[in-house]
């Protein structure tokens, strides 16, 4: 790692301002870590650890820099050179209680930096896929800005192209999507009807209530999450694609593009957590009362959907993409109640009376 490289002294500068650039290294060789693709983590783990490796000189000055950051002390001498620790470890003249010594410094140091690799979630072979598919982008596009492009390279056409594309792809990306959807479906559900009961008396049955509701609030996600991902990542993504070539802001087309995933994740989901919910009380239900339920649900879930969506949608160019989801959920969340207050009731007697006519 070179002090004097351009992305080191940029990321300096950008984590910390206002610190003198001695303090500024300092904080990142102690805080900092390597993040690389993910098929080379554990090999180059694996170097760091091999002492036989820093006898080259990129291993060597990697060393020197955590030693610069945090030198090691032996006998009243501050050593800040790893291939200086070596060569005292190594000289005839080294007592062999201070050679230990050495030895557990120096192997503390590649530990140190072994632990400091990380994977960045995303293979070379995925990585050449994308870099593939966005020059074939660019090429096909040219009339089009990289803010333009941006506005309809949705995350999810972005993992189907990961995955290869096409149908492959597709299925991969809405597979990961469904998988997360059914974790934070599970775990939401769980959240606020755990909060309901602690404000309330705990019924006797809370555990099987739990699980029979994080059992919903996972199929829900689940199948939420895939529908979204797919409707997103091609219809979605599409208009917004046609809307920014016509020369639509990319506010409003990537708003308009994530509502329509929105709205379809959101009207499945919804109406299976609420038919779950039936399905799972341990009550005799109608077909009428399933499908008036779940129509009433699927109501309310596809505007509150299509507002989340759009919503992060409209923050997706924001320096705090998170601040984006949290909207998001927030006015998807308000949205939903909503809708169902106001014409809940209306939807579900609606579709009972024209049940049983």
Known sequence: MDYSSGKFVKARTLLYPQLPAAEGRALMMRDGY???????????????????NYTKKAYSQLADQLLNAKPVRINGVTYRSYQTLTSLQQASGTQSTVRQQIEHELRGVRQQLASCVRSNGITSLHLSRLLNFRRQVSLANPEMSSAQLRTWLFPELLMAQRYGGGLQGNLA?????????????????????????????LPSNAGVRLGKVGLAGGASGLTGGITENLVAGNMGSALARQLTSRGT??????????????AAGGGVAAPVFSMAMLALDDQEHSTTDYVATGTRAAVAGTIGGALSAGAIG???????????????????????????ALAGDEVEQGVRQAMDR
């Open 249 to 262: 802001s990319s506010w409003t087309a990537s708003s308009l593009g994530r509502g329509i995933g929105g």
């Open 314 to 340: 409209a923050l997706a160019g924001s320096e705090v993409p998170l601040l984006g989801n949290a909207v998001g959920f927030i006015i998807g969340f308000a949205g939903y109640y909503i809708v169902d």
């Open 34 to 52: 390597i993040s690389i693709n993910a098929n080379h983590v554990e090999s180059f783990q694996s170097a760091l650890k091999d002492p036989a």
């Open 173 to 201: 990306s809405a597979g990961i999507s469904g998988g997360r959807g059914a974790m934070g479906g599970a775990f939401v559900s769980m959240a606020f009807e755990g909060g309901g009961m602690l404000l309330n008396r």
